[in-house]
């Protein structure tokens, strides 16, 4: 195999480890945040605070010279993906 294309491979490799280490940690605070809405009757999805980490996450991507539609795609799948967590964590609550 050719050394510089195993190099980037290996990068990839070591930064594909740490968004998974990354996410699992967003995911165990995130949790967290479910069942205390679930303690505290709160909903599950905050609309407002959402569009506000989307503002950032675009902001943030922009200034990184990442696209700002793909950052969106990201972080709403993360929080589409959360709200069913907290979903979930308040019907087992129930």
Same mark, same amino acid.
């Given at each position: 195999?050719?050394?510089? +294309?195993?190099?980037?491979?290996? /990068? ?5 480890? *740490?968004?998974?280490?990354? &996410? %699992? ?16 009757? +709160?909903?599950?999805?905050?609309? /407002? ?5 989307? *503002?950032?996450?675009?902001? &943030? %991507? ?33």
């Amino acid at each position: 195999m050719d050394e510089k +294309l195993k190099q980037y491979r290996e /990068s990839i490799n070591n930064i594909d480890a *740490a968004l998974v280490f990354m &996410l %699992a940690e967003r995911f165990k605070v995130t949790k967290a945040v479910g069942e205390y809405k679930a303690e505290n009757n +709160l909903p599950p999805a905050d609309p /407002s605070r959402e569009q506000q980490q989307i *503002a950032r996450l675009r902001q &943030l %991507a922009s200034d990184a010279n990442l696209d700002p539609e793909f950052s969106e795609k990201f972080l709403r799948f993360i929080i589409d993906e959360v709200i069913r967590h907290h979903e979930q964590i308040r019907e087992d609550a129930s």
